[in-house]
């Protein structure tokens, strides 16, 4: 069978790993970046460090989607923000058979696919303003992936890996599927420890359950998880938002499989990390507001479940990126500003 042809959309931590990872195993890989670290990868190739060796492997690369054109299947690792930008762009890379894998965080637009009950088929205004990704990237051409996994940017068009190697993928629909084994098969020869899954919205649930605490109430304090919870105060607030989430999950059907002190000692033992959106911040990028904490709010108005802390933390990790300009809110939905890209 012919190798599929992979494009990676957004070729920075998480996807430049995905890349190159897929291009040393032997698949034919395009990605899109932007800026110097497109040149450096269209000049010298994309380079995997880990530890501190390295070699560059080749992939083709564009700063426009429509230089690439029909791929078979389209990792989608750009911020949450940048889609919302970028969605239409992305339509020459699609035919109908074209499977779509977000790598994302937070909420994603596809979570009510063939999912949800009295939210079943839902489009969330917070992730999906009007509807623009909805009708660019169909919900019907994705495989719902999760990653537990790090790794940064080290310089242009060069990728440190971090720790883990987890991919959780499954169809939103929660079936089994030669897609979903064609994309399984295709990261596991990548060198990724793959766990298909028929709880998908699960997966993406459990992962925000830490995500949508510790992020923005790090972004607020510019503390790191230890300090954040070591405090009596704001370990509080961490474990009375991870409530609000536990009672939106079981409105869902979603199954926490442990209490919020499991949670937060899982979170404790990592140590004294930031956050990715601290990290953001402190880079002064667009931080991940809306899918990791407006959305999760957004779910709860729809549900009738009250989430006042949430709601709290939400309008004052908002208020802080406006203040820096990296974020503007309007009624009716979120506006994302994007600086310096």
């Not at 957004?10 to 040393?24: E, H, P, S, Y």
């Not at 790794?151 to 929660?174: D, K, T």
């Not at 766990?195 to 510019?222: C, D, H, Y």
């Amino acid at each position: 069978m012919q190798a599929p042809r992979v494009c990676v959309a957004g070729a920075g931590a998480v996807g430049g790993l995905i890349a190159a990872k897929l291009a040393r195993a032997g698949f034919p890989v395009s990605v899109l970046a932007r800026g110097e670290h497109w040149r450096a990868i269209e000049a010298r190739g994309l380079t995997l460090l880990e530890g501190e060796a390295g070699a560059p492997v080749h992939v083709a690369s564009a700063n426009e989607p429509a230089a690439l054109g029909p791929q078979d299947v389209v990792f989608i690792a750009l911020k949450a923000p940048s889609l919302v930008e970028a969605a239409s762009s992305l339509k020459p890379l699609l035919t109908p058979d074209t499977v779509l894998v977000p790598a994302m965080n937070g909420v994603p637009w596809w979570f009510f696919h063939r999912f949800g009950g009295a939210l079943a088929g839902t489009r969330l205004a917070s992730v999906d303003p009007g509807g623009v990704i909805s009708e660019a990237l169909p919900a019907e051409q994705v495989i719902g992936s999760v990653v537990h996994l790090s790794s940064s940017i080290a310089g242009p068009g060069v990728i440190r890996r971090g720790l883990g190697n987890l991919l959780i993928v499954g169809e939103p629909s929660g079936e089994r599927s030669d897609r979903l084994a064609r994309v399984t098969e295709v990261l596991e020869a990548g060198g990724f420890t793959v766990k298909t899954t028929a709880e998908i919205q699960r997966e993406v649930w459990l992962k925000l359950w830490g995500n949508m605490n510790m992020n923005p109430i790090s972004a607020l304090t510019g503390s790191t998880a230890d300090v954040i919870l070591d405090d009596s105060l704001t370990v509080e607030l961490v474990r009375s938002i991870m409530e609000e989430a536990g009672a939106v999950g079981g409105a869902l059907g979603i199954e926490m499989g442990m209490t919020a002190a499991g949670r937060i000692a899982v979170t404790r033992e990592l140590g004294a990390f930031k956050t990715s959106m601290l990290q953001d911040l402190e880079g002064r990028r667009p931080l991940e507001i809306d899918a990791i904490l407006a959305a999760p709010c957004e779910i709860g108005d729809r549900l009738g479940i009250p989430m006042p802390f949430s709601r709290a933390v939400l309008g004052l990790v908002r208020q802080r990126a406006m203040n820096l300009g990296l974020y503007e809110y309007e009624d009716g939905g979120p506006s994302v500003k994007l600086p310096g890209v």
